[in-house]
């Protein structure tokens, strides 16, 4: 498996706190992604970074904010958690050389109540 | 943005039986066309990919069939298993810009 971590995996938080979502990669990748499952919507794209401090909106970014200060770690912010927020998160890595294969941490399950 | 779609959501096959899953996609710039494997409370794992210069691809039980004139690309499991039943993701990404579109998913359950 490549080299990536995401922590927590299981999160419980209550609506209206921030909460901070963290991916750690070893594979020294440049593309780093964050993607929520939800029943019947498939993987859906949050936001993505393509090298350190660069980063792009995906197709539902509204509410969430990332950061990538250095090449490892790419962080997913929910400035004020919201019910709707509550889903499996996960990190996925790329080289980025010509579209090549993605891969997938383990996945975050986040809870709003 | 790319825009894919997958049919049928959820196929049930005897093992043994072959399973198909297409996929269609809207972007006529996408060239890149991976299919994604997830079990139950695991993570996406690649199968196969296949590239817009290639019509098909095999490796061993899976193969990816791509129809660039119709938009659409094929995962075909034959021979199938217990051990396939999964939700199988497609995706496309456009020349360049390494984000992967993806599909709403498929489960597929081999009946043994």
């Known amino acids: 498996d490549a080299g990536i971590t995401q922590s927590p995996r299981h999160k419980v938080t209550e609506t209206g706190t921030p909460v901070t979502l963290r991916c750690h990669q070893t594979e020294n990748h440049r593309y780093m992604y964050w993607y929520r499952q939800d029943p019947g919507h498939g993987l859906r794209l949050i936001h993505y970074?393509?090298?350190?401090?660069?980063?792009d909106k995906g197709e539902v970014s509204d509410g969430y904010s990332v950061s990538r200060s250095k090449t490892e770690d790419f962080l997913l912010t929910l400035e004020s958690a919201t019910s709707s927020q509550t889903s499996v998160y996960f990190c996925?890595?790329?080289?980025?050389?010509?579209?090549?294969?993605?891969?997938f941490g383990q996945g975050t399950r986040l809870t709003v109540v | 943005g790319e825009n894919v779609e997958q049919h049928p959501s959820t196929l049930s096959v005897q093992e043994g039986d072959s399973a198909v899953i297409k996929c269609t996609y809207s972007?006529?710039?996408?060239?890149?066309f991976p299919w994604y494997k997830q079990e139950l409370g695991k993570r996406p794992q690649l199968i196969i990919d296949i590239r817009s210069n290639v019509g098909e691809k095999k490796d061993q039980r899976i193969a990816v069939t791509l129809n660039k004139t119709a938009k659409h690309f094929s995962l075909h499991i034959t021979e199938t298993q217990p051990e396939d039943s999964a939700v199988y993701f497609c995706?496309?990404?456009?020349?360049?810009?390494?984000?992967?579109?993806f599909g709403k998913g498929n489960q597929v359950v081999v009946i043994p």
């Open positions: 996925a890595i790329s080289s980025g050389t010509e579209n090549t294969e993605a891969f």
């Open positions: 972007d006529s710039a996408s060239n890149y």
């Open positions: 970074s393509y090298g350190v401090k660069d980063t």
């Open positions: 995706a496309a990404s456009v020349y360049g810009n390494n984000r992967l579109a």
